[in-house]
């Protein structure tokens, strides 16, 4: 007879101390709740072929829509509905709520003060993209610095900037751009030496007119998908989905399907890396 009361008491406690894991964890992920209720899973894009594209019907693709498409579904979430957004509206709209998370944004010791990261999902070093021949011999971004006519390329708020700057490259040396076709564009027309960006950010550099020299002596960078600070229990599911994606061997997949080069070395890049600490060591 006391048996019963002596289970109940247990079963309110466990569920008081938020240990009923069910329970517990449908309520504590509110950015999950939300998002099953719309539907949809609001995410913030821009134009970063083959990794990032939006057709004129609304529908993404890319390495890095498949890639987020597939984690979301084993959290058990609905797909991508992309929101196109310029790159640097994209903080500004995530922390006033347009949608849910970014898919893709520099990992910066700036923006973890601000938001969270997940674990990259795209890992380089800085690619000096060059008019065939290289007609400057640039190999390097020290290279650019030693060189006070030489002119580069750079998307506003690329983390490269403060690189360059440590490297010695001067204000009235780059040539701001929106983002990597008008990079490309502003060396093929003239206006730039170089375009500074990530090493795999252009697929098939030659076909598009260009040449890739990698700057050997630059640090690792990386890329992950942006949540709010209020949405870290989701970014802790997210990444977990994530690095055994990785792990699995999904990254050399999407590169073959997409036909970009390069999908072994960032396979290996990112297998080093578990979480966005191991690029900026700030960041949560």
């Known amino acids: 007879m006391s048996a019963t009361p002596k289970l109940s008491f247990w079963i309110l406690l466990l569920a008081l101390t938020g240990c009923w894991f069910p329970a517990f964890s449908q309520a504590d992920d509110s950015l999950s709740a939300s998002i099953r209720k719309a539907g949809a899973t609001r995410v913030a894009i821009a134009s970063m072929p083959p990794y990032m594209t939006m057709s004129p019907s609304g529908q993404a693709a890319g390495v890095l829509i498949d890639l987020q498409n597939l984690v979301i579904k084993s ?6 509905a992309p929101v196109f957004t310029q790159w640097d509206s994209m903080v500004p709209g995530l922390q006033a709520h347009q949608f849910d998370y970014v898919a893709s944004l520099a990992i910066t010791e700036e923006r973890c003060k601000q938001m969270v990261f997940s ?20 190999m390097s971004v020290a290279d650019i610095a030693r060189r006070p006519n030489a002119k580069v390329a750079m998307v506003t708020g690329a983390p490269w900037l403060a690189y360059a700057v440590k490297q010695g490259v ?10 990597v076709q008008a990079g490309v564009a502003t060396v093929i027309g003239g206006r730039a030496d170089a375009y500074l960006e990530s090493q795999f950010a252009v697929s098939n550099p030659e076909q598009k007119g260009v040449e890739l020299v990698v700057d050997e002596q630059s640090p690792i960078f990386g890329s992950g998908a942006v949540f709010r600070k209020e949405d870290v229990r989701f970014r802790d599911a997210f990444d977990e989905k994530l690095n055994a994606s990785i792990r699995e061997g999904i ?33 949560e």
Do not use: F, W
Request: hydrophobic fraction near 35%; charge should be positive.
């Open 170 to 179: 001067k204000p009235d040396q780059v040539v701001r751009v929106p983002d």
């Open 119 to 138: 674990a990259p999902h795209y890992a380089y070093q800085i690619g000096l993209h060059v008019r065939p021949g290289n007609p400057k011999h640039l």
């Open 251 to 283: 990254i050399q997949k999407l590169y073959q399907k997409y036909e970009i080069a390069g999908g072994d070395a960032q396979a290996r890049l990112l297998g080093t890396l578990r979480k966005a600490s191991e690029i900026v060591p700030s960041c």
């Open 75 to 80: 959290m058990d979430l609905p797909a991508i």
